[in-house]
């Protein structure tokens, strides 16, 4: 493996440290949730979580791909900072007033009437989400990924150890020493409502340990860079808004278009948990594109530079169809992540990974608007994904119900890829090898169905069998890449 591909891949692993081992302990808030309430509860967690993507996106306006862009120029870096951070600063605090002037409201429109607190405690965790994102995208661009990590997991673990101390410790005292101390600051009646108050406590926390990465930089505001970087970055907002739509108004969509008689926030609650079983392809792509996003900036100046993008391509796609059948094979054993509650929503993982693994593929095949200053085509794309979203949902969802969101996700994504496809080697030429992704979608298809037609009865067994099957994977891609090579 070259060089530039090691640095990734070494980046790859850092940023995955604060990502896999940060959001699986996160995770593991998924079987506490499911256990303790009922999908109908877990249903409202899932459709607020979802109308943060869409906020956050609007609070960023792609100003975090506008610092990557600009930051490159270490003479004004100080100039680009500054602005981005200011503009920012402004408009995240223009939010929460807002948001507090029109709470209830908006509490009313979204059917949370009784409980405007949990508008308010979400809207303040967007925006703080919001604020700090270009200072940690500071910290990427200047390769320091172990404090990067290192801040995250601290987030995650505050945010982790008030969920416990809420939802378990607290109830438990409740009824065992009614008189503790530790109760002072507890109120049964919150109930869900520590879910995000948790959230809230650790991104103050956040602010706080990145206080340093803002004051470090002498401040310069420049209002016509400003306005250079807005330019830029607009466009991106758009695409960002409508990959959101992609993304998670399904969990939006369900509680609206589900038949009454079909009960929408069950089938919201048991759509939302088995959303995180494809968690491991949700974290792989996430790792993967903070440590991509940067790699392709630095190194579009170089002699091999597309053909560094489309091996890291290849390598990308082989290692998500792994975590397509690492998580397919030994779904028996994973199932149990959450409570049997929410197992009948079991069908929809295998089409929620391979729709997230074509997320995957359309992020490495989009970096060439980036790259060209042709962000408009961003928003292009994600308007025509956002369009099939809607309507595929719209029109499944009554049918289908969850099912049918699961369906339009991975339609919406594998379409996308292709246009992306089509546009990028016609504006900037990568030379991508099709037929080796084809033939190791091929391979990972087959050895799937075969897992599940050619099932033993035996419970061992089947694991045996499935590992079998990983391991044959495995073993095609390493003499077939040669991948031995790549650790010299």
């Known amino acids: ?99 507090l002037v029109f709470l209830q409201p908006i509490a009313n429109v979204l059917q ?48 982790i150890g008030l969920n416990l101390y809420f939802l378990l410790l607290c109830p438990k005292l409740a009824i065992s ?37 803002m004051l470090n930089v002498k ?17 991106l907002l758009i695409a960002g808004f409508a990959g959101m739509i992609n993304e998670t108004l399904d969990r939006v969509l369900i509680k609206y278009l589900v038949p009454d008689a079909m009960n929408p926030m069950k089938q919201l609650g048991i759509y939302g948990a088995n959303y995180k079983l494809a968690i491991l392809m949700t974290l792989f792509i996430q790792m993967f594109r903070y440590a991509a996003e940067p790699f392709f900036f630095n190194n579009k100046n170089e002699n091999n530079a597309r053909e560094l993008y489309a091996k890291a391509t290849k390598y ?54 980036k790259l060209n200053d042709m962000t408009k085509y961003g928003a292009y794309l994600a308007i025509f994904g956002a369009a099939i979203t809607v309507i595929l949902n719209v029109i499944l969802i009554p049918l289908y119900g969850y099912e049918g969101s699961a369906w339009a996700t991975l339609i919406c994504y594998f379409s996308m890829t292709l246009l992306s496809f089509y546009w990028g080697q016609k504006y900037y030429r990568v030379p991508y090898n099709l037929l080796n992704a084809g033939f190791y979608f091929a391979l990972a298809l087959v050895l799937y169905f075969g897992s599940i037609y050619l099932r033993p009865d035996s419970q061992v067994m089947v694991y045996v069998f499935n590992t079998g099957l990983l391991l044959l994977f495995t073993s095609v891609f390493v003499i077939k890449e040669k991948a031995w090579k790549m650790l010299r």
């Open 1 to 99: 493996m070259s060089s530039p591909l090691k640095k990734l891949a070494g980046q790859t692993a850092v940023y995955g440290l604060s990502s896999i081992l940060g959001r699986l302990l996160n995770y593991l808030l998924v079987p506490l949730y499911t256990r303790l309430f009922a999908p109908e509860v877990y249903g409202i967690v899932t459709e607020l979580y979802a109308y943060v993507t869409f906020l956050l996106i609007l609070l960023t306006y792609g100003m975090e791909t506008g610092f990557f862009r600009f930051a490159q120029d270490k003479s004004i870096f100080d100039k680009v900072y500054s602005s981005i951070l200011t503009s920012l600063a402004a408009t995240s605090s223009l939010f929460i007033v807002l948001l």
């Open 112 to 159: 949370y009437e009784t409980n405007p607190e949990y508008i308010l405690w979400m809207g303040l965790i967007v925006a703080l989400d919001a604020f700090v994102s270009v200072p940690f995208a500071k910290l990427r661009l200047q390769n320091k990924s172990w404090k990067f990590a290192i801040i995250k997991l601290i987030n995650i673990g505050l945010n």
């Open 177 to 213: 020493n009614p008189d503790s101390a530790f109760l002072s600051i507890y109120s049964p009646e919150i109930g869900v409502g520590y879910v995000f108050i948790a959230n809230l406590a650790a991104n103050v926390l956040t602010l706080l340990m990145l206080l340093p990465e």
């Open 219 to 235: 401040f310069n505001f420049d209002k016509v860079l400003l306005k250079k970087i807005l330019v830029y970055a607009i466009p």
């Open 316 to 369: 990308f796609i082989i290692c998500g169809l792994m975590i397509f059948l690492g998580v397919m094979f030994y779904i028996d054993f994973i199932k149990y992540f959450i409570d049997a509650d929410y197992h009948e929503g079991l069908k929809v993982v295998p089409i929620l990974l391979l729709a997230n693994l074509f997320l995957g593929i359309f992020f490495n095949f989009s970096i060439w608007y």
